[in-house]
Structure formats: structure tokens, C-alpha cells
């Protein structure tokens, strides 16, 4: 059973950086896509990145396009977002998960970590 664990969040100012990594264990030969997903405050979660695995693809939400960018270690055992010129409006929890296609990410019964918090001042 695939596990997943986040970390890397906190407190930044508006205009900082953070990386977020999601430690990847368990994962099955099907697990080709990996996203990030965050969820702010009173609002449902919502779509930020995500990377094909097998050949490093990604995709972004257009809200993050050019800030963010997201990334895997040669063992794709670990998923990266780094983010850049980051924003108030940019707080929420980040979650991270992973399924057999980047167009299946999402779905409510794949793994999900347990999500970090994001907290950018203004």
C-alpha cells in the first residue's frame, strides 16, 4: 500500500520561497503520475502540479504557472514543489498523491499524504 508523507511547509513572507517534498513509499509499477493538490481555508480542494513519472511531463494549475515547479528524484520515490514568489492567496494545505495517470489524479480513493501547511504573509 502506497504511503505518502509531506513536508517542507511553513511561515513565509509574500515574494519567499519554499520547496515541499512528498516521500513516496510502496508504490506499484501502475503509480505513473504524481500532483499536488491544495485545499485553503472554507474552499474545496483544488489542483496546483503534477508530473508523469515515466517521462516528465508536468502540468500546472494557470493560478501557479511560472512560479511553481514540480519535480521527482531519479528514484521517483520523491515528489518536489518548489515554489516561487509566493502569495497570500497561495495559503492553503498542501496534499500530494499519486495514481496510474495524471488525468486520474485526484480521485478521492487514491493515496493521499496527510498534508503541510502553507502560510504566506503579507
Known amino acids: 500500500q502506497v504511503q505518502l508523507v509531506e513536508s517542507g511547509g511553513g511561515l513565509v513572507q509574500a515574494g519567499g520561497s519554499l520547496t515541499l517534498s512528498c516521500a513516496a513509499s510502496g508504490r506499484t509499477t501502475s503509480d505513473h503520475a504524481a500532483g499536488w493538490f491544495r485545499q485553503r481555508s472554507g474552499n474545496e480542494r483544488e489542483f496546483v502540479a503534477a508530473?508523469?513519472?515515466?517521462?516528465?511531463?508536468?502540468y500546472y494549475a494557470e493560478s501557479v504557472k511560472g512560479r511553481f515547479t514540480i519535480s521527482g528524484d531519479n528514484a521517483m520515490s520523491t515528489v518536489y514543489l518548489q515554489m516561487n514568489s509566493l502569495k497570500p492567496e497561495d495559503t492553503a494545505v498542501y496534499y500530494c498523491t499519486v495514481d496510474t495517470r495524471v488525468g486520474a489524479l485526484g480521485r478521492d480513493f487514491a493515496p493521499w499524504g496527510q498534508g503541510t501547511q502553507v502560510t504566506v504573509s503579507s
Open positions: 508530473t508523469d513519472w515515466s517521462g516528465g511531463t508536468t
